[in-house]
């Protein structure tokens, strides 16, 4: 692991790195690009030693893939079929323009028969009572006629990724819109220098029990990585894009909820990097391990290793990430609260997370106790992180503010797979200029 004020950087991010001295005020050598494995970015491999997806045999996506396993596309159709053709040999999709996987609107993904309108009459509170679920309710009727279009769009939207794939945008303006993409019992994928618009659940269940006052729950998670193993996200930036939240309606005096996760890491997936990604306006934003019981527990124990670095995640609610489980390194990322903040690192189950060498912006009001969220009793190792440019020890100002889920310091290990850490001080600036998509060097 090297540890740089910013010679580092210039290898990452190339040009960007005299403009960033500049705006840091440092002296610095003559920036010099980053080196990777091959000249053209769809065949660039993770370096060595960069974060968990480089343990073992590395990460390197599509990068072997002949020229007839290498695809441009500019629709959901093309996009689908470059991720089915080609058996199992390695690949790299071209994202070149806006993919949208529901370009003819939620209308076209209903069933007939199918109208909200006569679901919420039919399950309004007043009529239906907070009491009982929806579960037993008929095919025909709105809860049914419900589950079959949700059904359908989940048939739509999701599509699996292959092993030996690297998926790249194409410039600065390469986006998919409303997918699910879903890296599932796989090794070795890439995804990099995209937008990736959340997908919005056109069909959310309403659910009287959940809580005092029910709630809506929505399906579809923009990337799921599950159960698969070497996994490189890079230079994405992930966002509810035309449908954040904040414009959301309400029905039954509850959030229209038309979101899940932006990035899931569940069922025993492992060796997982994300790097100069931007995770910004989204509520429930990163799950690594997806539940405390002994089921899930038993494929999770000694998985779930994921590293993050050189994120922006900025305007979002929780779960930078919630952890369970994962041996999780969070370190050199900028967290940028915004007026609906909860927090941001969840310690849940038997979780061994590190963060260090982090920046937080959190707005006049909000305390850093809540940057911590402890749900379970599990060790941590928070060291060397500023909040608004001061140093501030995250476990003791949060146990000192809130007693009632106080938090063990000591994580247990100690990440090796870093190649380069920046004091907490430079971070914002670095990852402001550097990170996301169309931002390749």
């Known amino acids: 692991m090297n540890v740089h004020v910013w010679h580092g950087h210039a290898r990452r991010i190339g040009v960007l790195a005299g403009c960033t001295a500049l705006v840091l005020g440092l002296t610095c050598t003559t920036a010099q690009a980053y080196t990777p494995s091959h000249r053209d970015p769809a065949r660039r491999t993770l370096p060595a030693g960069d974060g968990w997806a480089s343990h073992g ?14 695809r441009t596309v500019t629709d959901w159709a093309q996009f689908t079929a470059a991720l089915t053709e080609g058996g199992d040999a390695p690949r790299i999709i071209k994202v070149k323009g806006t993919i949208d996987a529901v370009a003819d609107g939620c209308d076209a993904l209903a069933v007939p028969g199918y109208d909200f309108d006569a679901y919420l009459e039919a399950y309004a509170p ?6 009982r679920d929806l579960t037993d309710e008929p095919d025909d009727s709105p809860e049914g006629l419900r589950r079959a279009s949700a059904a359908h769009q989940d048939g739509v939207i999701k599509v699996n990724v292959p092993s030996d794939t690297t998926i790249i945008g194409v410039g600065r303006d390469a986006a998919i819109k409303g997918a699910s993409l879903q890296i599932k019992d796989v090794d070795n994928v890439i995804v990099r220098n995209l937008t990736l618009e959340s997908p919005v659940d056109c069909f959310p269940q309403w659910d009287p029990t959940d809580g005092d006052r029910g709630n809506w729950n929505s399906e579809y998670d923009t990337v799921v990585v599950h159960g698969a193993t070497h996994v490189w996200l890079d230079h994405n930036t ?7 939240d904040s414009a959301a309606p309400t029905h039954f005096g509850m959030l229209y909820q038309q979101h899940d996760g ?17 995770f ?13 019981s002994e089921s899930t527990a038993v494929g999770d124990r000694g998985k779930l290793k994921a590293t993050f670095h050189h994120n922006l995640f900025e305007d979002l609610t ?26 941001s690192f969840g310690v849940g189950k038997e979780s061994q997370l590190v963060a260090e060498h982090n920046a937080f912006t ?30 501030v020890d995250l476990i003791a100002v949060h146990n000192a503010e809130i007693p009632e889920e106080t938090l063990r310091s000591g994580a247990g290990w100690t990440p090796t797979l870093r190649r380069t850490v920046h004091p907490a001080w430079a971070v914002p600036a670095l990852v402001r200029l550097g990170a996301g998509a169309g931002r390749l060097r």
């Open 57 to 70: 045999s590395g990460t390197t996506g599509g990068a072997a893939a002949d020229a007839a396993h290498v």
């Open 126 to 131: 007043e009529t239906w009572g907070l009491e």
């Open 238 to 244: 992930f966002t509810d894009g035309a449908h954040p």
């Open 262 to 278: 932006e990035l899931d890491i569940v069922k025993g997936a492992n060796h997982v990097t994300a790097s100069w990604n931007v």
């Open 280 to 292: 910004t306006e989204h509520d429930k934003t990163i799950l690594i391990g997806n539940s405390d």
């Open 318 to 343: 929780e779960r930078t990430p919630r952890v369970r489980f994962g041996q999780v390194d969070v370190y050199n990322n900028h967290f940028v609260a915004g007026s609906g903040y909860g927090y």
């Open 362 to 391: 959190l707005p006049r009001g909000i305390s850093p106790a809540k940057v911590l969220k402890r749900w379970n009793d599990a060790p941590l190792t928070a060291r060397h992180n500023l909040v608004n440019g001061r140093p």
